[in-house]
């Protein structure tokens, strides 16, 4: 049983940060990629950052130098710290891990960025 656990969203005003973290647990191996994506109310699910075992990282367009994704591989955990938060990055914030074949989700966290 695989979980991830993700953390940190919430409420917070335009310009403001917020960073979010998700750590997975059980029986996991060999994580290739950690990424986040994002949902929003009566939008499709879209990818936000990704990051490889490598490092490498991929970025939406909308987010490119506003947000770092980053990881700590000892401890199975990814991160995204998301700075000058815009209205429009108002979401459900989705963890994702790819094991080899297979593919994980969170729970999703709530992200509110209020004008």
């Known amino acids: 049983q695989v979980q991830l656990v993700e953390s940190g969203g919430g409420l917070v005003q335009a310009g403001g940060s917020l960073r979010l973290s998700c750590a997975a647990s059980?029986?996991?191996?060999?994580?290739?990629?950690m990424g986040w994506y994002r949902q929003a109310p009566g939008k499709q699910r879209e990818l936000v950052a990704v990051?490889?075992?490598?490092?490498?990282?991929n970025y939406a367009d909308s987010v490119k130098g506003r947000f770092t994704i980053s990881r700590d591989n000892a401890k199975n955990t990814v991160y995204l710290q998301m700075n000058s938060l815009k209205p429009e990055d108002t979401a459900v914030y989705y963890c994702?891990?790819?094991?080899?074949?297979?593919?994980?989700w969170g729970q999703g966290t709530q992200v509110t960025v209020s004008s």
């Open positions: 059980g029986s996991i191996f060999s994580i290739n990629f």
């Open positions: 990051i490889d075992n490598g490092g490498s990282t």
């Open positions: 994702n891990v790819v094991a080899g074949s297979y593919d994980y």
